[in-house]
């Protein structure tokens, strides 16, 4: 057996495979280095996202131990640094958004399958699991935002220097045309005049240091999807669908619509598979099920999980107190924070198979 230094440390290392990213944490640089003292060792860990899950984490650390220990190690310290793994943009993309690390679309084939549903509580459980996250609403048309955010904390204001404040709801900055209208009155533009909000919201919104923005879409492949392609690099879609035909059938032509424009599909949520009674417990396939799963596996994309009809859902929406903060200990809350634990996943993933560009990782604070 080969005495320990860095060299054999790494070398160890690289046989330990990464529990949740499925790889060995050498090439997946989750092992940032190690400190060597006789037969003790000191090793650093990047782990790349905040919603990486506690007993997985606590399982990679056994997994280093034991392989150290087997190695000739005496005493291993593991020492893991949360990180935000993510691709530095094109030059002529990286202006507008300095300070976002990641920015993620949500996006549907059709309305009424729960879209913003999903994007206000992928971002408030991604917030909830440390990451800092802003949310954009650029459905122009129909910002449906503020209805299910309720009242803010900080609303939106113009700062000295005539940029915009975003405003806090629930710990995450917050956009939306939603704010700068009266309630009743109708957004009726043409393309252009949508192109230049969005720029506006985002060159002119003082979104700051921010984990993830989310950016939840329009329905259809429109002028917002055009636009926001062109002005930010979008780290990739989510794609929400209810588990009908008619709703996969939309979503297959939004994926297409985002392969044109090069931005990558993260994987499909579906919505509204099934209905649990409350009095009985009886199962109803409303709208079928299992058709967002199918999608997945038949174009090889990440199936991030199914969320059931629940009229708490509904509620928390309706009433400005989404379903993560209404009821953060119930099964459907689990599944949006499971989800997005999922999401963070395959960004990491995406990020950490590319060869390696500088920088890759940036530290939560």
């Not at 909830?128 to 204001?157: C, I, T, W, Y």
């Not at 000295?160 to 109708?186: M, N, Q, T, W």
């Not at 949520?269 to 967002?292: A, K, L, Q, T």
Request: proline share 7%.
């Amino acid at each position: 057996m080969s005495a320990l230094d860095q060299h054999r440390v790494k070398e160890v290392l690289s046989s330990v495979q990464d529990p949740a990213l499925e790889q060995d944490i050498v090439s997946y640089r989750i092992y940032k280095g190690a400190e060597v003292s006789g037969n003790d060792v000191l090793v650093q860990l990047e782990i790349p996202t905040p919603a990486y899950p506690r007993p997985l984490r606590d399982e990679l650390e056994k997994r280093v131990v034991a392989a150290l220990t087997d190695a000739g190690a005496g005493n291993v310290t593991v020492m893991q640094e949360v990180v935000t793994a993510f691709t530095p943009p094109p030059s002529e993309k990286s202006a507008m958004l300095p300070g976002v690390k990641n920015i993620i679309a949500i996006a549907a084939g059709k309305g009424g399958v729960g879209k913003s549903t999903v994007a206000t509580n992928l971002a408030l459980a991604l917030e909830r699991h440390g990451a800092k996250v802003g949310l954009l609403d650029a459905d122009v048309f129909g910002p449906s935002l503020p209805q299910m955010l309720g009242n803010p904390e900080r609303p939106a204001s113009a700062t000295e220097d005539s940029k915009i404040r975003p405003a806090l709801h629930f710990g995450i900055e917050v956009i939306s045309v939603g704010f700068f209208v009266d309630k009743g009155e109708a957004v009726v533009w043409r393309g252009p005049m949508v192109h230049r909000l969005l720029q506006q919201f985002l060159s002119d919104v003082e979104w700051g240091e921010l984990d993830y923005l989310i950016c939840d879409l329009p329905p259809g492949t429109g002028d917002v999807q055009l636009s926001l392609s062109q002005l930010i690099p979008v780290t990739g879609a989510v794609m929400v669908t209810t588990p009908q035909e008619v709703s996969i059938i939309d979503v297959v032509k939004g994926i297409a619509m985002f392969e044109k424009v090069e931005i990558p599909i993260l994987g499909i949520i579906e919505n509204m598979s099934e209905y649990v009674c409350p009095s009985c417990g009886h199962h109803d396939e409303i709208f079928s099920r299992g058709g967002g799963k199918r999608l997945a596996a038949e174009i090889e994309v990440p199936f991030l999980g199914d969320l059931p009809i629940d009229t708490r859902i509904r509620f928390g929406g309706d009433a400005g107190v989404p379903m993560i903060e209404a009821a953060p200990d119930s099964e459907n809350a689990r599944r949006f924070m499971d989800i997005a634990t999922q999401v963070s996943l395959v960004i990491a993933k995406r990020v950490l198979s590319q060869p390696r560009r500088s920088p890759r990782l940036a530290v939560i604070r």
